[in-house]
């Protein structure tokens, strides 16, 4: 009788993960805009910046954590931040890779202060290096809201995920685009559109129903944060009013950069807020905002 070998269990890993192309992935080129003219400038630094980086704090690092059985297939990495844990550029190694050395895999932008969701995570799409990935989530307590955003923790924390499984993440958003606006009001004069929309905002009241008055659409205040077809699948359009503006403590990369809190959604009339990382060569010449006012623009984003 041939002897078969017996069948390693599935791991969560496995079910929770999809692996994409770089393509698919969007990669981190345009992410370094936020902070360079030209990234060789940082690409100088990298052996500097690999020396002189400290491990960052993950969830793996709590003594009551417990990972799910992981895949011994799996490439080894390790996450290296630099210059000190709160921000700056994050580094995935891979240990032991095929050519026999430690092989420096990414570098992207990082930071550790954002706001806390709740996320039910749906499916971790897995980039060809297989030590990043964005997370495809629904948002929100009762998962509202779904979302892709890209995990920088992801190398240290891969062992803990699970499909439907419910997390308490930080996200951050990096924009590329930033700027104040003054939100002028929608008109809608079209009698065939004005019927259309009073008849299903108004069925049950015919003198409201039947009129044909302009409807007038106030769009001060208004929370909107959009998926682009066009660009990578955790980029996004973004619309809401301001909540707070802190200025970190230092430079960011060389860059000059502030905490920026808005309100990018609303669900069950609960504010879904965002913290902004911009940074002064996005802002530019312009203004900070100030507490109320509405800004738009895209951003990358990413969360932990």
């Known amino acids: 009788m041939d002897y078969e070998a017996p069948r390693l269990p599935r791991t969560p890993f496995e079910d929770v993960v999809v692996t994409i192309s770089d ?16 990234v060789n400038v940082l690409v100088k630094t990298l052996p500097r910046i690999i020396r ?19 895949p011994e297939h799996e490439p080894k990495g390790v996450l290296l931040v630099w210059p000190i844990p709160r921000f700056g ?12 050395a430690n092989q420096l895999i990414s570098a992207y932008p990082w930071v550790s202060e954002g706001v806390q969701h709740t996320i039910r995570l749906e499916q971790v799409r897995l980039w060809p290096s297989r030590l990043e990935g964005q997370i495809d989530a629904l948002a929100g307590t009762d998962g509202e809201l779904p979302i892709t955003f890209f995990d920088p923790l992801f190398t240290a924390n891969r062992a803990f995920y699970k499909k439907g499984e419910i997390y308490q993440f930080i996200l951050a958003g990096f924009p590329y685009k930033f700027e104040i606006v003054d939100p002028e009001p929608i008109v809608i004069k079209d009698p065939e559109e004005i019927g259309r929309l009073r008849t299903a905002i108004h069925q049950d009241d015919p003198a409201r129903r039947d009129s044909l008055e302009p ?3 106030k769009t001060k205040g208004m929370a909107a944060f959009l998926p682009r077809e066009d660009l990578a699948p955790d980029d996004y359009e973004f619309q809401g009013p301001v909540k707070s503006v802190t200025e ?5 990369l060389g860059q000059q950069a502030w905490r920026v809190r808005i309100t990018v959604s609303r669900l069950a009339d609960k504010d879904f807020d965002i913290d902004l990382c911009l940074t002064r060569k996005v802002l530019g010449d312009s203004r900070l905002p100030e507490i109320g006012e509405d800004v738009c623009g895209i951003m990358w984003l990413q969360g932990y």
């Not at 393509?23 to 030209?38: I, L, N, Q």
Request: proline share 7%; aromatic share 12%.
């Open 23 to 38: 393509e698919e992935a969007g990669g981190h080129g345009s992410h370094w805009d936020v902070f360079f003219d030209d």
């Open 52 to 70: 002189e980086a400290q491990l960052p704090p993950a969830y793996a690092d709590v003594k009551s954590a417990r990972p799910y059985l992981f």
């Open 89 to 100: 550029v994050m580094a995935a190694i891979e240990l032991d890779a095929p050519s026999g």
């Open 215 to 217: 409807i007038v659409i």
């Open 248 to 252: 970190f403590h230092t430079e960011m």
